[in-house]
């Protein structure tokens, strides 16, 4: 049967439907959640999506997060799922999806698990004061970032032949070990401050996508502003400026022409 393919337009809408009910159940269940990364910018600077942008991105503090993902599916008469690595034994990140299960996205993985089209949820954990607490705490977490990426990233014609090697080499020395192992690994180190009063910083330290950039100061986290994206209006870290500018530096500033294209790489289709 053919696949009707999924227009960039019809996914923009789709992954608004997906916010929309994120948002509307955070409300009800009095869970916070805040809009992050490039939807943050794209919130702050377009009113929307990032002209070249093609996602969603929020996140939470690991206990919203937890309650969330234990919640989210219960009664719930729409197509909308929530999935992650507690909820479903072949998922192959440590954060979390809302996925829309009447639809297919093909991406480039290893997963065996077929998903919808999402919206990322990435949990935030509380880091410790201390720089060398830090430093070894995101060294330990770094080791399983790498494996769950070398088992995940699949053999591509895109990449060299000395990367594709190495994950070809890398993929037989893994095999004995699940991505499930992995994703328990980060979990456990990621949120073994979360009960320390001492900490003063937060970060999604289980993605990490922007090391050290991705590190701030929990105030910035402490409260709840609104923006508007797309023509309604979202939860935002209140200090969003600084949260931006942390991450991005002069975030209102247009990268060069060169670097406005999207770096996801799937296609997405109607069941």
């Known amino acids: ?12 809408m789709i992954q608004l439907k997906i916010l929309d009910s994120i948002d509307d159940f955070c409300k009800k269940n009095g869970i916070q ?29 690991r206990k919203d997060y937890d309650r969330f993902f234990s919640e ?47 919206v990322d949820i990435f949990p935030m954990d509380n880091l410790p004061a201390d720089d060398k607490k830090l430093e070894k705490l995101n060294h330990r977490i770094d080791i399983y970032r790498k494996m769950l990426i070398l088992k995940s990233v699949p053999v591509s014609d895109r990449r060299s032949a000395v990367k594709n090697w190495i ?9 004995p070990i699940s991505m499930q192992h992995i994703i328990r690994k980060i979990t456990k180190l990621a949120v073994s401050y979360n009960d320390d009063a001492t900490c003063n910083r937060i970060a999604d330290i289980s993605v990490f996508t922007y090391g050290m950039k991705e590190v701030f100061p929990c ?40 670097k406005q294209i999207s770096h996801h790489h799937f296609t997405a289709y109607w069941k």
């Open 167 to 175: 994950l070809k080499v890398s993929s037989f020395l893994l095999k």
């Open 1 to 12: 049967r053919m696949k009707k393919d999924i227009s960039v337009e019809e996914l923009k």
């Open 219 to 258: 105030e910035d986290f402490a409260e709840a502003a609104e923006l508007e994206f797309e023509g309604k209006t979202y939860s935002v870290p209140k200090n969003y400026k600084h949260v931006l500018s942390n991450m991005y530096g002069d975030y209102m500033k247009l990268p060069p022409k060169e």
């Open 72 to 118: 989210f599916n219960q009664q719930r008469r729409d197509t909308l799922k929530a999935i992650s690595a507690e909820i479903e034994k072949n998922y192959y990140l440590a954060s979390g999806k809302v996925i829309d299960t009447a639809t297919v996205i093909e991406e480039e993985n290893n997963c065996a698990m077929p998903i919808g089209v999402y």
């Open 33 to 61: 959640y805040f809009l992050f990364s490039g939807t943050l910018i794209g919130a702050v600077r377009h009113k929307g999506y990032i002209p070249w942008d093609d996602d969603v991105d929020i996140c939470m503090k």
